[in-house]
């Protein structure tokens, strides 16, 4: 009985932090690169919230419900496997900037981020 208040406690907080995070992305509008990578980050946490969600579901669900749940898992990861390469895309734009800058502390860090997103990438695609 405790885990499935627990469970249910979980997925009532995951549907409230998908709700926030889709009113974060209706307010923004980006106007440099940045911006727009901060975007595509807050659309890579909604799809991960959205898998969770859709996990938590997945335990509990037979037949049919199952059947579906099982497709829109699909749908999820081929959105986050398409944002992932969006993300990649933006860095490999604002990387060479921050070079030409003389930011080399910053764009190392982008670069960390980068390989990050292809290793999650990778991680998806497998």
Known sequence: MQKESIRKLMKRKLRKLIRNTDFLLFLKRPTNAAEAYEISELRMDKLKLQLRL???MLEEADGEERK???E???RLQASLADELRNGIEILDTVIPTLKQAGLEERMQE???LRNLRENELLELSS
Do not use: V
Request: proline share 0%.
């Open 72 to 74: 829109e898992r699909k």
């Open 54 to 56: 859709n996990s938590l």
């Open 110 to 112: 982008l670069l960390i």
């Open 68 to 70: 579906k749940l099982e």
